[in-house]
Antibody, heavy 119, light 111 residues
């Protein structure tokens, strides 16, 4: 099956750190740009970060720049999001999503992993 | 900041047609393609329209997209509404400063 599966979410105190993972299967992971998109409880979608297939290009939303780091290991078919200095407003379901290589829309999404930042 | 504005909610009866708007805050919405995603409760989003008006395979032709440059807006139209269409719909575009931008989402209720 073609899928991506996120993991690593949980409860963390403000100022803490967390590392999310996304494991891909069923497609040639290294040829796809990947993204993290988050959704706060009851709220809309917010793009968080992008990484190209070979990791040469990364982008971040202004809200996370300097605190979050996206990376990938193509040998392990895995995408990561290292999050530092977490804030209450980072509380959300974090989705891993591939970018359609021809039309640049988010075409394969995981089920998400919940990150809760609270004291 | 580039912002996409959607109505918070819309509703219509089964069999009817509904249109959801997505208005760009600045520049021309026609400068970059608009995508539309459907998100049913408890599920991840799925694409229903890409590049303003293209349907991925598997999306019924009841779904259509358009751009109106005069109002700097994009629209998603769903005809022949079915109860299964009840979901949140998000428009999304691209901005050179903010990269991928989503609208706030519109909850569609099929009464």
């Amino acid at each position: 099956d073609v899928q991506v599966v996120e993991s690593g979410g949980g409860l963390v105190h403000p100022g803490g750190s967390l590392r999310l993972s996304c494991e891909a299967s069923g497609f040639t992971f290294s040829t796809y740009s990947m993204n993290w998109v988050r959704q706060a409880p009851g709220k809309g979608l917010e793009w968080v970060s992008y990484i190209s297939g070979g990791s040469a290009t990364v982008y971040y939303a202004a809200s996370v720049k300097g605190r979050f780091t996206i990376s990938r290991d193509n040998a392990k078919n895995s995408l990561y999001l290292q999050m530092h200095s977490l804030r209450a407003e980072d509380t959300a379901v974090y989705y891993c999503a591939s970018l359609n290589s021809a039309y640049w829309y988010f075409d394969l999404w995981g089920r998400g992993t919940l990150v809760s930042v609270s004291s | 900041n580039f912002i996409l504005t959607q109505p918070h909610s819309v509703s219509a009866s089964p069999g009817k047609t509904v249109t959801i708007s997505c208005t760009g805050s600045s520049g021309s919405i026609a400068s970059n393609y608009v995508q539309w995603y459907q998100q049913r409760p408890g599920s991840a989003p799925t694409i229903v329209i890409y590049e303003d008006n293209q349907r991925p395979s598997g999306v019924p032709d009841r779904f259509s997209g358009s751009i109106d440059s005069s109002s700097n807006s994009a629209s998603l139209t769903i005809s022949g509404l079915k109860t299964e269409d009840e979901a949140a719909y998000y428009c999304q575009s691209y901005d050179s400063s903010n990269y991928w931008v989503f609208g706030g989402g519109t909850k569609l209720t099929v009464l």
